[in-house]
C-alpha cells in the first residue's frame, strides 16, 4: 500500500509492474488458505481466477 501511494503521489508509475506481482501472489496465498479451509470453494476459485487475470495483465505489459 505504501508503494502504490508513492506511486500515485510522484506521478511515478515505474513501480507498478512489481505491485502486480505481489497482488497476484497475495490472492494466490489467500485463495491456498480459502481452499485449506473447504467451507467456500468457490471464493477460493475466485481467488485463483483473479490472480490469473493479474498475473496475465502484468506478463502482457511486461512484454508490450
Known amino acids: 500500500m505504501i ?3 508513492y506511486c500515485l503521489k ?3 508509475f515505474t513501480m507498478l509492474p512489481f505491485l502486480q506481482i505481489l497482488l497476484g501472489l ?3 496465498i489467500i485463495g491456498f488458505r480459502e481452499w485449506k479451509r473447504g467451507k467456500k470453494t468457490y471464493v477460493s476459485l475466485l481467488y ?3 490472480a490469473i487475470f493479474i498475473l496475465f495483465v502484468f506478463v502482457i505489459s511486461f512484454f508490450d
Open 3 to 5: 508503494i502504490s501511494m
Open 10 to 12: 510522484t506521478e511515478d
Open 26 to 28: 497475495n490472492f494466490i
Open 48 to 50: 485463483f481466477g483473479v
